[in-house]
C-alpha cells in the first residue's frame, strides 16, 4: 500500500497562477482532507469530502476549490493564486472518523510558494 | 468540539522518560482521546489513543485520569527521532466529520 500519497512535491507559482494539487489515497476510506500549515503554526483545514461526489468548506476554503469526482483522488485548485496562499499543504484521509477505531492518515505534503 | 489545552513547548534529555500533559475539562462520554506527532518536514501521524483505560502500544503510553478530564503521553526513553510536535485531540465515536489540531507542544530532546 503506497497509503497518502501527494503530487507535486515542490511548486513555484506566480501571483495570478492558477494549478490543481492531487490527493491520492489507495485504502479505500471514505473521507478526505485538505490542510494548510503555515510557518510556525498547526495544521488549518481548507477543504473535506465525507464521500465520491461530496465537498464541504473547512476554516480557511477561500481562494481553493475542491472535487472528488473518484473514491480514491481528492484535488485543490487554486484559481488565482496569491502570496498568501504560500504553505504546506497536506492531505488525509480516514474511514469514517469514529474515535474507537479511526484515524487520520497524512500525505507527505506539498510545499508552495507564491512569488 | 471540545477543546484540549497543551503547553507550547517542552524540552527533554536524551534516554529519559517524558511526560506531556492534555487538559479536557469538557471532555464527554463518546469523546476518545487520540494522540498523533508531526515529525519535522512530515505529514502528522498518529500515535495511540484511549477511552478510560491506561494504553500501551510500541511506541508510547496514554494514561488517562481517573474524571478523563486529563491524559499524559508517556515516551519511555525518549530518542532525538522523537522531536516533533504532539497533538492532543478528541474525538467523539459518533457522527465526526473533521477534526481540529490545535497547535500542540513541541518537545525538544536535548542530546
Known amino acids: 500500500n503506497a497509503g497518502v500519497t501527494q503530487t507535486p512535491k515542490f511548486r513555484v507559482l506566480k501571483t495570478g497562477q492558477s494549478m490543481t494539487l492531487l490527493c491520492a489515497q489507495d485504502m479505500n476510506h471514505e473521507y478526505m482532507y485538505w490542510y494548510r500549515q503555515d510557518p510556525g503554526m498547526g495544521l488549518r483545514l481548507i477543504h473535506y469530502?465525507?464521500?465520491?461526489?461530496?465537498?464541504a468548506k473547512g476554516e480557511v476554503p477561500d481562494g481553493y476549490n475542491v472535487s472528488r469526482l473518484k473514491k480514491q483522488n481528492f484535488l485543490l485548485g487554486l484559481e488565482s493564486a496569491a502570496p498568501s496562499q504560500t504553505s504546506v499543504y497536506f492531505c488525509?484521509?480516514?474511514?469514517?472518523?469514529?474515535?474507537?477505531?479511526?484515524?487520520?492518515?497524512f500525505g507527505p505534503g506539498t510545499r508552495l510558494t507564491v512569488l | 468540539d471540545a477543546k484540549t489545552t497543551q503547553p507550547n513547548s517542552m524540552e527533554s534529555n536524551e534516554e529519559e522518560p517524558v511526560h506531556l500533559p492534555c487538559n479536557h475539562s469538557?471532555?464527554?462520554?463518546?469523546?476518545?482521546i487520540h494522540w498523533y506527532r508531526q515529525l519535522p518536514s512530515q505529514g502528522p501521524e498518529y500515535v495511540i489513543h484511549g477511552l478510560t483505560s491506561n494504553v500501551n502500544n510500541r511506541m508510547a503510553s496514554l494514561a488517562i485520569a481517573e474524571d478523563r478530564k486529563s491524559s499524559t503521553l508517556i515516551l519511555h526513553r525518549a530518542t532525538l527521532r522523537d522531536a516533533a510536535v504532539y497533538y492532543c485531540i478528541l474525538i467523539s465515536n459518533f457522527g465526526n466529520e473533521k477534526l481540529t489540531f490545535g497547535t500542540g507542544t513541541r518537545l525538544t530532546i536535548i542530546p
Open positions: 488525509a484521509s480516514s474511514y469514517v472518523l469514529r474515535g474507537s477505531t479511526d484515524t487520520q492518515y
Open positions: 469530502s465525507v464521500g465520491e461526489g461530496t465537498t
Open positions: 469538557t471532555i464527554s462520554g463518546t469523546d476518545y
